[in-house]
């Protein structure tokens, strides 16, 4: 199977495990706002980082499907109040109103709720031997030392000097911790050991922190048609990104090492880590 | 030990445990906004549950302690969020500005977010081999069929005709849910049997559903300095309480009723109920 072709298998199996979620009990206006973000499109790049790293470690992608749910339920989360008026104020998100916009600021922030505790209510469901510890992956990085450290510094320090290790730090957490955890969920979940495991931390770090400087790039010289929100926003509102500390030009050599040591840490992976090479790589090309 | 030393033993585990709680790698903002709500008092009812069901089956309370500290994060999340200007816009919380006073609406939601995750994160870390069973349970509690449902019910049902069937579903999952997983969870860890949890979980409802109708009593002729905040709101926003329904003399009967319920579940427990028989009794007196 090509690149594309296992990129879409994988991002089909992801969009079926969303679609499927049953929400039992969930009254239908919340039910609602939490399906309108969570199946809003999105490249489903970590649920499919997490089956492609469960496949790689010789597992069955099956057994990584609830995670794979998991992280894009935990991202869809973080954008829909991300988004709130405290937050970011964003009004468009994917070409669509964003979330409170549409179902208003108290359904948005329970929406939000909703979608990080079902997530942890779907993992719990697995009875596979090392999902506590794939679990316990996710929380960490969505958690106080991952995204929600991210998400602090970038509200905080908003206005602020750039500066480069403060950067490095909120995009490590706001970005590159939520694309590590489905990596080494994955891995774990597919009998990784230790030292796979390790490769893989590191290949999702540098995976993620090429991610932000792309998508810090793509603020200021995207196309806004294919972005599906509007661009300068960063800059309007003294954001701390990549290309605000060291410029355009090296932003864009630093997104490229950042995929070099990423591709170099899937060696202990041989021939298996042709698609997370593949997608890699990808990431520098993006335009959305 | 007589049952209010024991209360305050427990109670002590519980603060001792979340004082104790590392946060490490949590930005000094967020970790002040956590723990600005997480150690403002309160009763620890929910922690105190979860270390009183797992030796009433038998059990090691410390085995219990991540959980109970989980669920007591899981509670001052949900009491951050709701407090919010969107959502019930209350200013004063056990005596003092709720979160968002003081820290700003940005940070509530995120000290929300992160402790709810924190939870997760904390309850992920115990190798009890039930952990992943008990997670599950507080999980779905917190989850879209419970504590969100009832919260979201609350949201949008606010100013309707009071109806005896959506109150008692609203208090289902905004009260009795998160006060049933505990619980629950204790048992567990605990080891108890499948019967035995049935039973906890029967006690837990009811135990719940009396809780909050002496809440919603408590919001009409209370004491706001006993409470802590002020009395009166749940008339003034039109909410669906349930002596609106039927009236303060059958709600105190309900509330007692209920107790009666609870007690009569712990049967299977025997001379080992002692003591949550003895706190379901004292719910009916509370006065804050």
Partial sequence: MNTETQ???YKQQVEQALEALPMAGAPDALKDAMRYSLLSGGKRLRGILTLAACEMAGG???????????????????????????????????GKPTNHVV????????????LLTHAFEVMAQSRHPRALEALGEMARAAGVSGMLAGQTL???????EPNM????????????ALLTAPVVAGLM?????ATQIEAGRRFGYHLGMAFQIVDDLLDIEGDPDKLGKS??????????????????????????????????????????????????????????
């Avoid at 179902?103 to 909703?114: C, N, P, Q, T, V």
């Fill in 7 to 9: 990129m879409n298998t």
């Fill in 60 to 94: 069955n992608a099956q057994d990584a499907l609830p995670f794979a749910a998991a992280v894009e339920m935990i991202h869809a989360y973080s954008l829909i109040h991300d988004d709130l008026p405290a937050m970011d104020n964003d009004t468009l998100r994917r």
């Fill in 103 to 114: 179902y208003g600021e108290a359904l948005a922030i329970l929406a939000g709720d909703a």
């Fill in 154 to 160: 970038d509200v905080t320090m908003q206005g602020t």
């Fill in 165 to 176: 290790d403060l950067v490095r730090d909120i995009h490590q957490g706001k970005t590159a």
């Fill in 189 to 193: 979940l597919g009998g990784a050991s």
């Fill in 231 to 288: 661009t300068g926003k960063d800059e309007e509102e003294g954001k701390l990104t990549w290309p605000a500390c060291v410029g355009m030009d090296w932003a864009r050599q630093d997104a490229a090492d950042h995929i070099r040591h990423a591709k170099a840490a899937l060696a202990v992976f041989g021939e298996k880590a042709a698609f997370l090479t593949a997608l890699a790589d990808a990431t520098l090309e993006r335009e959305n």
